[in-house]
């Protein structure tokens, strides 16, 4: 069982090494070297305290992403539409946070949990749709991404613009900033929040009757029905948590990062959360390592930018490149585990 | 006499697991074949070697007099054999004639020309007698007529020789004779027919000659006139197998499960059940027989909450349940032993532990305040596995590393360790071994005399009969008889199976 | 009054058919996926490399044709990487679609960093579009030949393929195969029909219509290339696919749809003012709103159900009545 395990994370970290080496070569066919990309990266990512701080400050929502992603995973739903949560709670929990004067703590509790409600609610129609009609979430939650991006610009802009020149919200009161914890960068107790939230996600997946039900949902759906679990129920259930850590994601970028909403508001980390978790096999303890690798990349992407020609998006190049080689190396493992049609799991 | 197929020393292995060693087989032209053998003998293996599906490892293919080399299935057409399969393989959407000609379709112009190949259907469907309406869609006709469209592509691919493999499986008797019928006629016509089978009755029917595989390997090839069912059945097992009637009290009991006027409907809409009643004792078993196909499967929902009743009333003692959420019906007191046991009845890629927990993960003790009771379990697993005699290394190993009788032994254990007072157990020994049959048989003769109530739902007439008390006949989706179990005969089934307006004692 | 009349006109036909046209090609591309049984969310990322690569060839080569084929051939390579690791490899069709549409993301913004140097979009550089069809015989036909009239080519070429791939599912070899093999992989099987072969066809013919599509938006469409700026289309073109299950006819129906809501905002975004996010959500909620009613189909079984229940529980006295 060990030596499965041991297998699959080998297999796993070939195929990375497989995407770096195709990644190499497409950054030789943009004209620059990929040791000095690497080089710059891990100099970004590592080179001195606040580039740590920094990488753990990317690190933060794409953990937190890569959760919510994984909860969706686990019961065999792929909730693909974090992006848009992720706008959505951020918005939610600014508006809280520049709308009300609370004490201190208090302020910062209620944007999240307004965030996370957010988010929830976000999900909500995909969710009932999905649960009850059986319609593909992957479309429906991708599609109400677009929207998500577009209603909280329209809020940002013609709704809640401050006076200026900015395209971006009045910032948040004092109250609801989610404490920082050094003095030298933005990185904030999120990074605390989500490591608690992989930690709490893997003790439920594996140890309580309720992880139990979702993790059969996910792997033989027709199993747990039999099983007298609720299908509709818990996957209805199960999208509306995906999406509350969705949202939750947002709030903490917004009181803990930006304190404030703009356009263009944390970009892509929904995205990076759906692949990490996926990189991690659903695992999110796995995730941890996942979202810190991807918020490495991003990070040193910075330096990247300003070091050499070229453009910081090559990563999320790299990051496809994984997943595409990732995704292919299952030939290897089908053939050792004998893998039948019939069931659903959603590894790939 | 000239032989159409014969095969020289054939062996074929799967890893380490030899599926046939050293099997010869001589066919004559104008013949009816059987191949018989319990599940597993490697019979259709054998067929699959014939038809290019799979490659012997060692041993000669000859057709005709010629030796073959059958890469694939094309190989095998163009040399004269057609095979159709258990499992039908016709697509829903097209028509009859778009079936038969799929992948061979008569083209005008680049384009397929529907009225030729229409045509073409209907002349085939003549010259053979397999009467079937070229232009209709295929979803919407029987399994009858479904297996006659199979037929007809193997005979627009001018087939010489016919594999059948367990064509019976899917018909009812009335059917299964025009079959055979229709096998007749096609030896008569010159071809020759290769049937796979472990239905002896059939066998004896209807073939010329019987080549017998156990293990595979082959045991035995004579002409079916020299044979006795008995003959078969120990060339077969090897041993006589006692599938003698299981030595019972009388029943006493209180009624436990009362249906009444039951109705449901299947995927397509369609009444898949009309009106059942009937009532199951304490420490009863009664026996659901029928055709696959009229309504038991509905029946087993229903029962079990995974499917709604559109009409009428399911007591579990004394308690409503019709409708009732799968949950709350095991909660109230009802198991189930699923007959697809490898889509519902476990998770294959799960541990043998976590496959005995479902469905009490939220109960004391298995569960305390939502946190599951590791220990607890892996106590309860290992009791279990010595209790139930299951083959595995430890509770962790994965399910789908055991074999389909021990996958059953997981099923069981888990669903005959609850406290429920009604089992609802549906094909308990499909696909399993005659060890486990046997060891699967005593477990539900214990559970009758630990004064369960037991509806026990199969295919297999002679596993009724050895167990049942009672046995009701399906068909079309109502109930046509209640017989009972002890002095029956398979005749007296057969006929109720095939809808057959039942016996004057029945009308009174 | 006015308004309405501001709104609705000949002019607003030929900007819903303008519209309609990219998604329609997209779509129809993803029919062949869809009727072989993959579930291809990589539509946008195929659309997105063949905008792309359709600029890069018309600036290098200065014509648009070359352009158009330099699209379709990028296009086809994504799909060829789709169809190796989703047919050959197995992978999850879901997460090798949605990789593929992050790497023709970040891959069409850094190429288009290295090559010009700048971000956001390309125009320019000696771009040219492709050429403005004018049929002859239109200006005999009034209103009717100013609705069909004036497009760039890929219009009529998405137009037209809706017919030939009725004709190609109902009446070629290849379009039966690619139904049998989505309908019924075994009964393919059976019959020799090599699946991965059928699902590769599928996958590279999708893959020359999504790059047509995405020369169309860089070439026709518009003359320019931005960060992208399929922007949606290829999952609202997914999300058609669903409901139609890849039928042509009701494809056309479908992107139609979206090409009417999308003239119309556009229309009341300058009679009306309304802001312009929320116009440009208009498609994206049409396509979900178009997706939850279509899914509300499996309730007429309900229905049913209840309707024959009720149907039967009043019919029992008759029955009884007469005594059977």
Known sequence: MMSDRVAGLMGQLIAVAIALAIGAVIILAVNESPLRVLVTLIDGAFGNPERIAGTLLQMTPILICGIAACISLRGGLFNIGIEGQLFIGGFAATWVGFSFALPPLVHVLFGLAFAALAGMLWIAVPAFFRARFNTNEVVSTILANYVAILLTSYLTINVFKRPGGQPDTPAILESAYLPQIFSFSRLNWGLFIGVALAIGAYLFFTRTARGYAVTEMGANPKFAEYGGIDIKRQTFVLLLVSGAVGGLAGGIESLGVHHRFMEGFAPGFGFDGVIAALLANGSPIGTIVTALFFGALRNGSLLLEVDTTASREIITVIQALIILAVSAQILVRRRASDSTAGERRWKF | ?508 | ?324
Request: with cysteine; proline share 4%; aromatic share 6%.
């Open chain 3, 1 to 324: 009054m006015e308004v309405l009349e501001r709104l609705f006109n000949a002019a607003l036909i030929v900007a819903m058919l303008r519209t309609t046209a990219p998604i329609l090609l997209v779509a129809l591309g993803g029919s062949f996926t869809t009727k072989a049984g993959i579930f291809n969310i990589g539509l946008e990322g195929q659309m997105l490399l063949g905008a792309f690569f359709a600029v890069i060839g018309t600036i290098v080569s200065g014509s648009p044709w070359i352009g158009v084929l330099c699209g379709v051939a990028a296009a086809l390579v994504l799909a060829y990487i789709f169809a190796l690791l989703v047919v050959t490899f197995r992978a999850n069709e879901v997460v090798v679609g949605l990789a593929l549409n992050i790497l023709a993301s970040g891959m069409t913004i850094s190429l288009m960093k290295a090559i010009f140097g700048t971000r956001g979009s390309i125009f320019g550089h000696g771009l040219v579009g492709l050429p403005i069809i004018r049929l002859p015989f239109a200006k005999d036909l009034g209103w009717f030949g100013q609705i069909i009239s004036g497009y760039t080519p890929l219009v009529y070429v998405a137009f037209l393929a809706v017919p030939v791939l009725i004709i190609f599912y109902k009446r070629s070899r290849l379009g039966l195969y690619i139904r049998v093999v989505g309908e019924k992989p075994e009964a393919a099987e059976a019959l020799g029909i090599s699946i991965a072969r059928i699902r590769y066809t599928a996958s590279l013919i999708c893959g020359v219509l999504a790059g047509l599509a995405g020369a169309h938006l860089s070439l026709g469409y518009t003359t320019m290339f931005t960060e992208n700026m399929s922007s949606g289309r290829g999952f609202m073109a997914v999300a058609i696919l669903i409901f139609s299950n890849g039928d042509p006819l009701k494809l056309l129906a479908g992107c139609l749809l979206f090409g009417f809501s999308d003239a119309l905002s556009l229309r009341m975004q300058t009679t009306l003012g309304v802001s312009s996010y929320i116009i440009l959500a208009v498609p994206y909620l049409v396509a979900l709103a178009a997706l939850f009613a279509l899914s509300y189909r499996s309730r007429p079984r309900l229905i049913q159900e209840t309707l024959a229940t009720m149907g039967r529980a009043l019919s029992v006295k008759p029955n009884g009545a007469s005594g059977s």
């Open chain 2, 1 to 508: 006499m000239s032989l159409a197929i014969e095969l020289k020393s054939i062996t074929k292995r799967f890893g380490s697991f030899v599926a046939n060693e050293d099997v010869s087989l001589a066919v004559e032209r104008g013949r009816i074949h059987a191949i018989i053998g319990e599940n597993g003998a490697g019979k259709t293996t054998l067929m699959n070697v014939l038809f290019g599906l799979l490659q012997p490892d060692e041993g000669e293919i000859f057709i005709d007099g010629e030796k073959k080399v059958l890469p694939n299935p094309a190989a095998a057409i163009a040399a004269g054999i057609g095979m159709v399969h258990q499992h039908f393989k016709l697509v829903p959407s097209l028509t009859v004639a778009e079936n038969v000609f799929l992948g061979m379709e008569i083209r005008k112009g680049g384009l397929i020309d529907h009225k030729a190949q229409i045509a073409r259907t209907a002349e085939l469907s003549q010259k053979f007698g397999l009467r079937v309406d070229p232009g209709e869609r295929v979803g919407l006709l029987s399994v009858g007529i479904e297996q006659r469209i199979e037929i007809l592509k193997v005979l627009a691919r001018g087939a010489r020789t016919i594999i059948l493999d367990e064509p019976t499986a899917v018909l009812t008797p009335q059917e299964s004779r025009e079959l055979f019928q229709t096998l007749r006629g096609f030896v008569a016509q010159g071809m020759t027919v290769l049937f796979i089978s472990h239905h002896l009755e059939e066998v004896m029917e209807v073939s010329d000659t019987v080549t017998v595989l156990r293990h595979g390997k082959e045991v035995a090839t004579r002409p079916t006139a020299e044979l006795t069912k008995a003959d078969l059945v120990q060339m077969m097992v090897g041993r006589a197998v006692s599938f003698d009637r299981r030595p019972r009290g009388p029943v006493t009991g209180k009624p436990v499960l009362e249906v009444s006027d039951l109705w449901a409907r299947d995927e397509r809409g369609l009444q898949a059940l009309k009106g059942v009643s009937f009532q199951v004792r304490a420490g009863e078993i009664v026996g659901i027989a029928g055709v696959a196909g009229n309504g038991q499967t509905e029946l087993a929902e229903v029962l079990s909450g995974l499917r709604p009743a559109s009409h009428g009333t399911i007591m579990l003692a004394g308690q409503a349940i019709q409708n009732r959420s799968a949950r709350a019906i095991r909660h109230a007191g009802v198991a189930h032993v699923p007959g697809d046991r490898l889509v519902r009845g476990v998770d294959r890629g799960a541990s043998v532990a976590q496959n005995i927990l479902m469905g009490r993960q939220d109960q004391s003790p298995w569960s305390r305040f939502g946190v599951i009771d590791r220990t607890y379990l892996n106590e309860q697993t290992k009791r279990l596995i010595s209790r139930f005699d299951i083959r595995t290394r430890s509770p962790e190993t994965p399910v789908k590393s055991l074999s389909g009788g021990n996958i059953q032994k997981v099923v069981l254990a888990r669903e005959f360790s609850g406290d429920a007072g009604f089992l609802l157990v549906d094909q308990p020994t499909r696909g399993v071994d005659i060890g486990a049959t046997e060891a699967i048989h005593s477990e539900i003769m214990r559970q009758r005399e630990a004064g369960k109530a037991i509806l026990l739902i199969s295919v297999q007439l002679d596993e009724l009969i050895a167990l049942a008390d009672r046995i009701l006949v399906m068909f079309a989706g109502r109930i046509m008889g209640d017989l009972p179990g002890e002095g029956v005969s398979e005749e007296a089934i057969g006929l109720l199976m095939a809808g057959v307006e039942s016996a004057p004692a029945e009308v009174a």
